[in-house]
């Protein structure tokens, strides 16, 4: 059964910084792409960052280019996201995901895995 499992979120001040982690299991970690998506509430889900199978190829989304980094472990089977400068509009629900594919896409509905999220706060 694949698990994927954040940690590392909680409250900062605006202009702080905050490292999540993803820690998958029970799946080709390395054959995989992987995704970070967050959800405020009363606003849909929305893609933050993603990361090809070897860590080559990254995105991001508009909002958080030059503020957040992706990166994966494959040795670790781990995907981390830095997020600096953080702002209040980034207070969210982070979700991890994985797809079963190597390529990374923009569409949470391409994804076939999900970890329960982790809260980040960020206080003005």
């Known amino acids: 059964q694949v698990q994927l499992v954040e940690s590392g979120g909680g409250l900062v001040q605006a202009g702080g910084s905050l490292r999540l982690s993803c820690a998958a299991s029970?799946?080709?970690?390395?054959?995989?792409?992987m995704g970070w998506f967050r959800q405020a509430p009363g606003k849909e889900r929305e893609f933050v960052a993603g990361v090809s199978w070897s860590g080559r190829f990254t995105y991001y989304s508009d909002s958080v280019k030059g503020r957040f980094t992706i990166s994966r472990d494959n040795a670790k089977n781990t995907v981390y996201l830095q997020m600096n400068s953080l702002k209040p509009e980034d207070t969210a629900v982070y979700y991890c995901?994985?797809?079963?594919?190597?390529?990374?896409?923009?569409?949470?509905?391409?994804?076939?895995?999900w970890g329960q999220g982790t809260q980040v706060t960020v206080s003005s």
């Open positions: 029970g799946h080709t970690f390395s054959s995989s792409a």
């Open positions: 995901a994985a797809r079963n594919t190597m390529g990374v896409v923009t569409e949470g509905k391409m994804y076939h895995y």
